[in-house]
């Protein structure tokens, strides 16, 4: 029993000791924080790069979906 607790409590100290997920989540916040900025800054230019690039999306969801048919 006091075995099972012992390996619990190292389990435990090494998961809290574990840093790779909150490196993950922070490069994610990152990521998003770019992206919000970059649509903010290209997107107020004149309206014309967001749309060239939804029309750029649509142009290759279109070809795939007719090379489906």
């Known amino acids: 029993m006091i075995k099972s607790i012992a390996n619990l409590q190292a389990l435990m100290h090494s998961l809290k000791q574990d840093q790779r997920g909150v490196t993950a989540i922070e490069y994610g916040l990152i990521g998003v924080a ?11 230019t004149d309206g014309q790069f967001l749309k060239e690039l ?5 142009g290759i ?8 048919t």
């Open 34 to 44: 770019m992206a919000a900025a970059l649509a903010t800054v290209l997107g107020t």
């Open 54 to 58: 939804t029309d750029a999306f649509t």
């Open 61 to 68: 969801a279109t070809k795939l979906s007719n090379a489906n």
